[in-house]
C-alpha cells in the first residue's frame, strides 16, 4: 500500500509539472510546435536516466520508495508518449508533414542525448 501511495503522489506531482510546463510554453511560444511536450520528454529523459544512475552509484537512491516516489511516479506521469503521438498526427494531418518528421526526430534524438547526459552526469557526480 505504501508504495502505490507513493507512486501516487509522484504521479500527481509529475502531472502537475507536465501541465505547468506545457501551459507555460504554450502562452510564451505561440507557435504549432509542441514545445510543451518535447520539453517534458527531453527533461524526464535526463531526470529519468540521472535518477537511475545515481541509484546504481549512491547509496539509498535506489530504494523502492525512492523509485516508486520519483521514477515511476514523478518520471512517469512527466512524459508522455502518447501525447507525442497525437501531436505528431496532428502535425501531420494539418498540412506541415516535415513539421512532424522533424518532431520526431528532434525528440528522440533529444531524448536518447538528454539520457546520455544524464547517466554521465550520476558518474560524475559519483566523482566529487
Do not use: E
Not at 48 to 68: H, K, N, Q
Not at 86 to 94: A, E, G, K, W
Amino acid at each position: 500500500m505504501t508504495t502505490l501511495l507513493l507512486v501516487a503522489l509522484g504521479g500527481a506531482a509529475g502531472a502537475v509539472l507536465r501541465y505547468g510546463i506545457d501551459r507555460g510554453l504554450r502562452r510564451a511560444r505561440g507557435s504549432a510546435f509542441p514545445w510543451g511536450t518535447f520539453t517534458v520528454n527531453v527533461v524526464g529523459s535526463f531526470l529519468l536516466a540521472l535518477l537511475v544512475g545515481g541509484a546504481a552509484t549512491f547509496d539509498g537512491l535506489g530504494s523502492s520508495g525512492s523509485r516508486a516516489l520519483l521514477v515511476v511516479g514523478l518520471c512517469g506521469a512527466l512524459t508522455t508518449f502518447s501525447t507525442f503521438g497525437q501531436d505528431t498526427v496532428r502535425l501531420y494531418t494539418s498540412g506541415a508533414p516535415s513539421h512532424a518528421v522533424r518532431y520526431v526526430l528532434v525528440t528522440v534524438l533529444g531524448g536518447i542525448a538528454a539520457a546520455a547526459l544524464g547517466f554521465g552526469s550520476a558518474a560524475a557526480l559519483a566523482y566529487l
